[in-house]
């Protein structure tokens, strides 16, 4: 629904953080990267860990979610409650989703796809939330698509099967867009820890139901807690509620690019903790994608998301 004249001209000038939110985002997107790893050594189902790494991310977060509530800027108000469990059910379906794609199609197949939710943020800010990304966003996201495109075209197949994995990889990429876009929204009022911890809680609850119902709930072994905690504490808290604290002052597009530079910096993450060497088709897409990244981020801040009508 479009925004109103009479919302945008109520959005109140950004508080000027004392944190650049530039440096934020990318170091936000270097503790993201850290996902993959962590997952790949816990070696456990992926509703497990999500719920798993999702509580023990309520928990850290639980003093400062606590000040928010002080300072009544955690979700009080219907409209917001019902936003957060919006974006608690959007993130969780782009965990389950995503994961579950990889069981049907290729993992440079499911990259991709997943990887095409800025194309949908950038109209979608733009018709919602009154955002305005300038030129350099628009390049870098050319960019950033484009780096993804090379890393992933290497390992590309068609088939029935495959289709299927597509569509999944589809639905995750489309459920992160509108978690972004809710989030941009209420951190105008929220704040970062207030709304990430509830979202958080929301979505240990439904990763906890999908392992009931499919009969995989159980008590994590010591090494798999570790793991989850590590995921919490570097990926989730410093990578995640980070980059919901930049939704304040940068646009959704430059928080959904961020998230492209996962893999290539992932790679180069497995490279030296694992010894796994990345083809050359990661690497030059790599280049490109954390080049746009950059590009993107040179966009002058953005104000508070006027409200959505």
Do not use: K
Request: aromatic residues 6%; positive net charge.
């Amino acid at each position: 629904m479009p925004v109103p004249a009479h919302a945008a001209s109520q959005t109140r000038a950004p508080r000027r953080s004392p944190f650049p939110a530039s440096l934020g985002v990318a170091g936000a997107t270097l503790a993201v990267s850290f996902s993959a790893i962590f997952i790949r050594l816990a070696g456990s189902d992926a509703a497990t860990i999500v719920w798993l790494r999702m509580s023990l991310a309520v928990l850290l977060l639980a003093p400062f979610a606590a000040r928010d509530v002080r300072l009544r800027r955690a979700p009080r108000e219907r409209r917001d409650l019902g936003l957060v469990a919006a974006g608690a059910v959007f993130l969780a379906g782009h965990f389950l989703f995503w994961t579950a794609s990889l069981a049907y199609t290729s993992v440079a197949a499911s990259v991709l796809l997943v990887s095409l939710h800025p194309l949908v943020v950038a109209p979608l800010g733009r018709r919602l939330l009154g955002e305005r990304p300038g030129a350099a966003t628009y390049a870098g996201m050319g960019l950033a698509v484009a780096g993804t495109l090379i890393t992933c075209a290497g390992d590309l197949r068609v088939d029935a099967r495959a289709l299927t994995g597509d569509l999944l990889a589809i639905a995750g990429g489309l459920c992160l867009a509108g978690y972004l876009l809710i989030g941009r929204n209420l951190r105008s009022s929220l704040g970062a820890a207030g709304y990430s911890a509830a979202v958080y809680a929301g979505v240990a609850a439904a990763a906890a139901a999908v392992a009931a119902a499919g009969g995989t709930a159980h008590l994590p072994s010591l090494r798999v807690a570790a793991l989850c905690l590590a995921l919490a504490a570097v990926c989730t808290v410093a990578g995640h509620t980070v980059l919901n604290w930049a939704l304040r002052h940068v646009r959704a597009v430059t928080v959904s690019l961020a998230f492209l530079g996962e893999p290539p910096l992932a790679a180069l993450l497995a490279l030296a903790i694992l010894g796994a060497v990345p083809p050359v088709t990661t690497v030059a897409g790599g280049v490109l994608i954390l080049a746009g990244l950059a590009l993107a981020l040179r966009d002058p801040p953005a104000l508070p998301a006027p409200l959505v009508s």
